[in-house]
């Protein structure tokens, strides 16, 4: 098992830059493929980015592509998210998650994850 927490989170403007962190206790970490996902007011949690648990590949929604940076650091058991030229859209719920599957993966749908954080709260003022 795995507990997970999430800090980072803030208010900021829009064109801003946050990084998120996500501290991993228990289980040894680099066993866990990883992904963040965000929720917003009265949507659904979306999918935002994921990292395989070796092999560093990465995937991303098409709405953060080119503005979010996945990585991890397996000697910190600490997942981040660098988040770029913010926008009002990306206010959300931020969330780490941790799946248990034997290999390497990128996994981009929330029933894919055994284990969650609380989340960080990302605000985006325009």
């Known amino acids: 098992q795995v507990q997970l927490v999430e800090s980072g989170g803030a208010l900021v403007q829009a064109g801003g830059s946050l990084r998120l962190s996500c501290a991993a206790s228990?289980?040894?970490?680099?066993?866990?493929?990883m992904g963040w996902f965000r929720q917003a007011p009265g949507k659904e949690r979306e999918f935002v980015a994921a990292?395989?648990?070796?092999?560093?590949?990465?995937a991303y929604s098409d709405s953060v592509k080119g503005r979010v940076t996945i990585s991890k650091d397996d000697a910190k058991n600490t997942l981040y998210l660098q988040m770029n030229s913010l926008e009002p859209e990306d206010t959300a719920v931020y969330y780490c998650?941790?799946?248990?599957?034997?290999?390497?993966?990128?996994?981009?749908?929330?029933?894919?994850?055994?284990?969650w954080g609380q989340g960080t709260q990302v605000t985006v003022s325009s």
């Open positions: 998650a941790a799946a248990r599957t034997g290999f390497a993966a990128v996994i981009r749908t929330p029933a894919g994850y055994d284990y």
């Open positions: 990292i395989s648990r070796i092999g560093g590949f990465t």
């Open positions: 228990g289980r040894t970490f680099s066993t866990y493929n």
